[in-house]
Each structure stands twice: as C-alpha cells, then as structure tokens.
C-alpha cells in the first residue's frame, strides 16, 4: 500500500493503538503529525517514527477544542504541505456505573472522544475542501458503542456518537471527495487492560512476549495494537476511495463489518395504535425477538 506524498494527523498517537496506526502509516509512505497530550511520549513516537525512515513531527496539546484541532491541521499544512487523512484516536477512560458517575466522569470521556473527534473532522474537512483533492477521515469507534458495555455510559454515548456522525458526514462530504469511516478496534492497550478477562493475558504479552492465545485472537478477534494498523493505513490508501460510511471492525485475526440501525420488526393497524393494542400484540410480533445487547465476551465478567 502506497501513500507516499500524502499527510495525515493522528490524534492521540504517543503510545497504544494511535502509535501503531502513525507508525504504519509513516511505514507506508506518509508523513505524519503525530499528536498527544503528553511531550515525552509525542516526541518518543516521533524519534521511532524517523528512526525508521518515516517523517513526522510532534503537537503537544490535549484533543476537544477548536484551538488543538485547528493547531493540528495547521501543524500538517506548515510542515508537510498538505492534509490528507485525519485519524481522530485520542480518547479516556472514566468508567463506573451509571449511580456513581459523576457530571466531570462523563463531561471529560465526551470532550475527548465525541467533541475532540466533531473538532478536528470539522477542522479537517475545511482543508480537504479548500484544497479540493479530496481526503479521508478515519474516527474511532468502539464496540462498547456499537453494544454498549457495562459500566461505560460516557464512553458508550460517545462512540455511539461517533458511529452516527460517520454516516452523517459520509453524505455531507461525498462530493468534496473525502470519504470518512470508523475504525472499531479491539486489541490489547492500557485500556483494555483494564479488564480482567484481557489482564493477564496482556500483561504476558507485554513482559514475557507470549503471543496472545487463539480464543483472544479468533474467537474474540482481538489481538495487538499493531494487528489494527493495516485498516488505517487501507482506509487511507486510494484502493479504499470508494469505502464510505463504513464501521469496520478489526482486532487479532478477525475482520468484520458492522451493520447500521435498522428496523428488525414491524406492525401495522389501521388508525394507529394506543398502550393496549401494543401490549396485545407485542409479544408476537413486534417484540417476538428483543435484540440482545452488551459485548458477549465480556458478559460473565465479575460485576462492581
């Protein structure tokens, strides 16, 4: 895959999953603007970066105003030229059940993921347009916001979010040329970390080098940061122009499509309906099969 002379920004892209997605895409030919809220770590990723024969140059900033989003596009025009693809990764965590989540918990998680991700598209598009050549916005969905996932209101609502707005833009943008899709990960991070299920297995991957077992890997489709990587880099690449509107999952060795919303089950009856003409039939028809919900491999997981 060929994407030299192309620029892309990756926010969020000092360690994790946002490096593997700026490391490939330097690997495959493009220059990057390598962006995190922590100096050490944006200046790290870009030493391994050049290391390796790739370009890139660092922002330090935190991702969710406007004034980061605009730093970020005006970092790639100054340095490199251009903007091609924004890759809107930089997220956090603040998780805890719905009675105990605080108005900060949840204001905090929607800033960075749903507001940081709305501010550099938005700041992204703008460029693309004016430049005319078209482009590629690449967000970061989650299966917690295709699912939802226990314990994770704010960062459930803002994936879900992000996977609405990709359909949204997809149709706003189309005719500029500038596709936008999400990307819906599942691989090994400090986040999924977190979970006890993945701990030790990541924990083993990380200090022994133990390859992470085949029901992680197949079975769960989830797998390192670098297994991720290549759909970035193809949903960047000119062989996915007409790839739009998209959510793809990817961890380990599964690749996957998501469906959109959509209505499973229908009633009709003339002159509408009232609560007692929906109770008489629901059960067979409409709510005959209720969809089911949450991420199966993390249901029997001990709850808090």
């Known amino acids: 895959m060929n994407l030299n002379g192309k620029v892309a920004v990756v926010t969020g892209s000092g360690r994790g999953l946002g490096l593997a997605y700026a490391s490939a895409l330097a690997a495959a030919g493009a220059a990057v603007v390598v962006n995190d809220v922590d100096g050490e770590s944006a200046g790290q990723a870009v030493k391994q970066i050049t290391a390796a024969g790739g370009r890139a140059h660092a922002v330090v900033a935190p991702v969710g105003t406007a004034e980061t989003a605009d730093a970020l596009v005006d970092a790639a025009v100054s340095t490199f030229g251009r903007l091609d693809v924004m890759v809107t990764n930089a997220g956090i965590l603040r998780d805890r059940v719905l009675w105990k989540m605080t108005d900060d918990d949840f204001d905090q998680v929607v800033e960075v993921h749903l507001r940081g991700t709305f501010t550099c598209a938005r700041a992204a598009a703008v460029r693309m347009r004016e430049q005319g050549e078209g482009g590629r ?115 380990g060795d599964k690749l996957s499509l998501w469906s959109h919303p959509e209505e499973v089950s229908v009633a009709y009856r003339d002159r509408g309906w009232n609560a007692d003409d929906i109770a008489t039939v629901w059960p067979t028809s409409v709510g005959a099969e209720p969809r089911t919900y949450g991420i199966a491999a993390l249901q029997n997981l001990p709850r808090t």
Request: charged share 15%; with cysteine; aromatic share 6%.
């Open 137 to 251: 916005l690449i967000l970061a969905g989650s299966p917690a916001g295709q699912r939802g996932n226990f314990g994770q209101t704010n960062y459930a609502a803002a994936k879900s979010g992000i996977a609405a707005m990709v359909r949204t833009w997809a149709m706003e943008l189309a005719k500029a040329g500038i596709t936008v899709n999400a990307v819906v990960p599942n691989a090994a991070t400090a986040m999924t970390k977190t979970i006890p299920a993945f701990a030790p297995h990541i924990e083993a991957l990380e200090q022994r080098g133990e390859p992470l077992p085949d029901w992680l890997r197949k079975g769960v489709g989830f797998g390192t940061a670098e297994d991720v990587a290549g759909v970035v880099v193809f949903l960047a690449s000119d062989a996915a122009g007409s790839v739009n509107g998209q959510c793809v999952g990817i961890g």
